[in-house]
């Protein structure tokens, strides 16, 4: 199947500050890519719909200024997190959607704001 | 709107033994259905999915489900686990009505497999 990675794997910040998380689809173009947030033992929560050259598009509930998704070309889209705070902390999955509508999964980044 | 319902949290069960994860879904229009496994720390790696045609369908790892229309319902399976295959399981569900892929998760099932 087809590769998506995300960089970091693990970051740890302090309260205030701003992480940058890269989502890259590796082997193929993704027109559209996911972003999701996993608490402890719960399910996925899709944060937003990212497409390439326009505008995400936010879930109910999510801060769209607090969450900054840029889909700058066809293999690579970052989820910049504002201004954290240790509610923030979570597990970040991005997912590249592939030529038959498949989503596959980056291997996702654990932030920790202290 | 759609949803998904796992009705298990957690499942032990003993290595060797056949198990069996269960999913049920709302939606008042076409769906296409997917189970995913996540080991620790890692993300979501497809299992099976349905989207047409038989409704038995088989996936990687010897896991296979079901696609029950009148029960809403899409169970996965399989006959003999293996302690590999502790791990969390998810369900999910994409409107066929929509090309954005957008899925929709069930809560999980955290698969045990015992020695």
């Known amino acids: 199947g087809a590769v998506v990675s995300q960089h970091p794997s693990r970051v740890i910040c302090k309260s205030g500050t701003s992480v940058k998380i890269e989502c890259r689809s590796l082997d193929f173009q993704a027109t559209t890519m996911f972003w999701y947030r996993q608490f402890p033992k719960k399910s996925l929560m899709l944060m937003a719909t990212?497409?390439?050259?326009?505008?995400?598009?936010?879930e109910q509930g999510v801060e769209k200024d607090k969450f900054l998704i840029n889909h700058a070309s066809l293999t690579l889209s970052t989820l910049t997190v504002t201004s954290a705070h240790p509610e923030d902390s979570s597990f970040y999955i991005c997912?590249?959607?592939?030529?038959?509508?498949?989503?596959?999964f980056g291997p996702g980044t654990r932030l920790t704001v202290l | 709107a759609q949803s998904v319902t796992q009705l298990d949290s957690q499942v032990p069960v003993f290595e060797e033994a056949p198990v069996e994860l269960r999913c049920n879904y709302s939606?008042?229009?076409?769906?296409?259905l997917f189970w995913y496994v996540q080991y620790p720390n890692q993300g979501l790696q497809l299992l099976l999915k349905?989207?047409?045609?038989?409704?038995l369908v088989k996936g990687i790892n010897g896991f296979e489900a079901e696609f029950n229309k009148s029960q809403t319902s899409f169970h996965l399976r399989k006959p003999s686990v293996h302690i590999s295959d502790t791990a969390e399981y998810f369900c999910a569900v994409r409107t066929g009505s929509s090309n954005t892929g957008k899925l929709i998760f069930g809560q999980g099932t955290t698969l045990q497999v015992k020695p």
């Open positions: 349905y989207l047409s045609g038989s409704t």
């Open positions: 997912s590249g959607v592939g030529k038959y509508n498949e989503q596959f």
């Open positions: 939606s008042s229009v076409s769906v296409y």
């Open positions: 990212s497409n390439e050259g326009s505008k995400a598009t936010y």
